[in-house]
Nanobody
Framework: QVQLVESGGRLVQAGGSLRLSCAAS????????MGWFRQAPGKEREFVAA????????RYADSVKGRFTISTDNAKNTVYLQMNSLKPEDSAVYYC????????????????WGQGTQVTVSS
């Protein structure tokens, strides 16, 4: 059993930065990849970024490439999402996901999900 808890979401001005954290517990390292997804009101949940626990492999959505960075701290069982140059369209509930066997962009590729943390970017 894996439990994921996101934190760090808040209101921020456009152009600003945030770092989201996902604290994991359970047999987290049996999961090859972790991911971040987001969901805005009226929209489907969409892929943001994914990373292998080794840190050697990453994948990003085109919409965030060059602005967001996903990373892990294995000693702390934590995954981070550093978000820079934030835009209003980045506003969403951000979810941490675990249990993937590849760096998949598909929701069904992940077995465990956190409760989400709200990110609001004002213009």
């Amino acid at each position: 059993q894996v439990q994921l808890v996101e934190s760090g979401g808040r209101l921020v001005q456009a152009g600003g930065s945030l770092r989201l954290s996902c604290a994991a517990s359970g047999r987290i390292f049996s999961s090859y990849a972790m991911g971040w997804f987001r969901q805005a009101p009226g929209k489907e949940r969409e892929f943001v970024a994914a990373i292998s626990w080794s840190g050697g492999s990453t994948r990003y959505a085109d919409s965030v490439k060059g602005r967001f960075t996903i990373s892990t701290d294995n000693a702390k069982n934590t995954v981070y999402l550093q978000m820079n140059s934030l835009k209003p369209e980045d506003s969403a509930v951000y979810y941490c996901a675990a249990g993937a066997t590849t760096l998949t962009t598909m929701l069904r590729g992940y077995d465990y999900w956190g409760q989400g943390t709200q990110v609001t970017v004002s213009s």
